[in-house]
């Protein structure tokens, strides 16, 4: 199964200030139809996760722009431009191109 | 509105049994790929089982393998786990994730808590 490893697992962060977090796999995510399910999901204190970012660097449905994703290689990276205080919370990456689903550790956003 | 809510958790002592359920509302949900994710108190997440829409199609962690079962009736929008032989490890919010939109595991219900404790 791919392994995702993200980095880093705590990240404070200034208000308005940019934020990063890398999601490195084990294995290439790339399904045979040719699409990359790598995902990247939210999840706010006592809340279900929400997904953010699909198949790399959609923004899914009312998900601000200042959120973004990337990739080079095998190495993936979810961005936020300017952090607000809405932001805070443990962020995942997670793989959907075969099963299992598995999930990065969580990387927990905080403000300093 | 797409909606996933589960039921059937509660306080369990090790050994027991309980019957997951997912209802799901505002979608086809015969047509979706479902699954469960599991997560421990304060840790991270974990893929614990899939069925695909016809139910031709499961996984299971190997963690949960010969114990978990998880099925699906269509005819009534509704995803099951039956959970046996539970271990205190097995303690957790146990959501029901279906893949609606591109990328998967787009939709989360709120989740259920299942505590294995003597």
């Known amino acids: 199964e791919a392994v995702l490893t993200q980095s880093p697992l705590s990240l404070p962060v200034t208000l308005g200030q940019p934020a990063s977090i890398s999601c490195r796999s084990s294995?290439?995510?790339?399904?045979?139809?040719?699409?990359?399910?790598l995902n990247w999901f939210q999840q706010r204190p006592g809340q279900s996760p929400r997904r953010l970012i699909y198949?790399?660097?959609k923004r899914d449905s009312g998900v601000p722009d200042r959120f973004s994703g990337s990739v080079s290689g095998t190495d993936f990276t979810l961005k936020i431009s300017r952090v607000e205080a809405e932001d805070v919370g443990v962020y995942y990456c997670?793989?959907?191109?075969?099963?299992?689903?598995?999930f990065g550790q969580g990387t927990k956003l905080e403000i300093e | 509105e797409v909606q996933l809510v589960e039921s059937g958790g509660g306080l369990v002592q090790p050994g027991g049994s309980l019957r997951l359920s997912c209802s799901a509302s505002g979608f086809t949900f015969s047509s979706y790929t479902t699954h469960w994710v599991r997560q421990a108190p304060g840790k991270g997440l974990e893929h614990v089982s899939a069925?695909?829409?016809?139910?031709?199609?499961?996984y299971y962690a190997d963690s949960v393998k010969g114990r978990f079962t998880i099925s699906r009736d269509n005819s009534r929008g509704t995803l099951f786990l039956q959970v046996t032989s539970l271990r205190t490890e097995d303690t957790a919010v146990y959501y029901c994730?279906?893949?609606?939109?591109?990328?998967?595991?787009?939709?989360w219900g709120q989740g259920t808590l299942v505590t294995v404790s003597s």
């Open positions: 294995q290439g995510l790339v399904h045979s139809d040719g699409n990359t399910y």
């Open positions: 198949n790399v660097s």
């Open positions: 997670m793989q959907g191109t075969r099963w299992p689903y598995t």
């Open positions: 994730v279906t893949d609606f939109r591109s990328g998967g595991a787009d939709c």
């Open positions: 069925v695909n829409p016809d139910a031709s199609l499961t």
